[in-house]
Antibody
Framework: EVRLVESGGALVQPGGSLRLSCAAS????????MDWVRQAPGKGLEWVGR??????????DYAASVKGRFTISRDVSENSLYLQMTSLKTEDTAVYYC???????????????WGQGTLVTVSS | QPVLTQPPSASGTPGQRVTISCSGS????????VYWFQQLPGTAPKLLFY???QRPSGVPDRFSGSKSGTSASLAISGLRSEDEADYFC???????????FGGGTKLTVL
């Protein structure tokens, strides 16, 4: 069974830093893309960034709104995905979802599993 | 100006057919696949379609996805009360190297 469990959400002051974790299980972690997607309270979905799979050298891409402030990394030995967030702004307040971007022999197939989300609140 | 544009709301009565549109540009929908997600109240989103019109296992065939040019559509036939949810489209934008979601459409079953 595929499971994604996020942790690390907290209340943090503007300008502060926070690291979110996502524990993955039930699949070969290195074979698939892993994305972070966030949702501000009462708002729509916003893509945060992506860590591609081993076949694509774990390259990363980020939304313009977080580029230079957020960093995605993964520890394949621990089957864990991380989101390091720095210089946090009030507009970063959101539920952050860890998602799997399923890949098969034909390539990327979409964000097929989502965690339950972890809430990050940026406020003084 | 959002990159992907969806109507904020849609509605229908049980048994009706409802369509939700997603409009983009040549650098996103025009050149890349479209994905659709359903988010029921208080839950994480669920993948409804990948690669424009491919339905993951478990998604009823009452749901269908299509793409033409720089627009995509999600159609739901035989509307049921449990279809009441927020629906989001998404696509990669090759010019901006980002994934964009549409603003979401809140579907109400009257």
């Amino acid at each position: 069974e595929v499971r994604l469990v996020e942790s690390g959400g907290a209340l943090v002051q503007p300008g502060g830093s926070l690291r979110l974790s996502c524990a993955a299980s039930g699949f070969t972690f290195s074979d698939h893309y892993m994305d972070w997607v966030r949702q501000a309270p009462g708002k729509g979905l916003e893509w945060v960034g992506r860590s591609r799979n081993r076949a694509n050298s774990y390259t990363t891409d980020y939304a313009a709104s977080v580029k230079g402030r957020f960093t995605i990394s993964r520890d394949v030995s621990e089957n864990s995905l991380y989101l390091q967030m720095t210089s946090l702004k009030t507009e970063d307040t959101a539920v952050y979802y860890c998602t799997r971007g399923y890949c098969d022999t034909t390539g990327y197939q979409g964000l097929d599993y989502w965690g339950q989300g972890t809430l990050v609140t940026v406020s003084s | 100006q959002p990159v992907l544009t969806q109507p904020p709301s849609a509605s229908g009565t049980p048994g009706q057919r409802v369509t939700i549109s997603c409009s983009g540009s040549s650098s996103n929908i025009g050149d890349n696949f479209v994905y659709w997600f359903q988010q029921l109240p208080g839950t994480a989103p669920k993948l409804l379609f990948y690669k424009n019109n491919q339905r993951p296992s478990g998604v009823p065939d009452r749901f269908s996805g299509s793409k033409s040019g720089t627009s995509a559509s999600l159609a739901i036939s035989g509307l049921r009360s449990e279809d009441e949810a927020d629906y989001f489209c998404a696509a990669w934008d090759g010019s901006l190297s980002e994934v964009f979601f549409g603003g979401g459409t809140k579907l109400t079953v009257l």
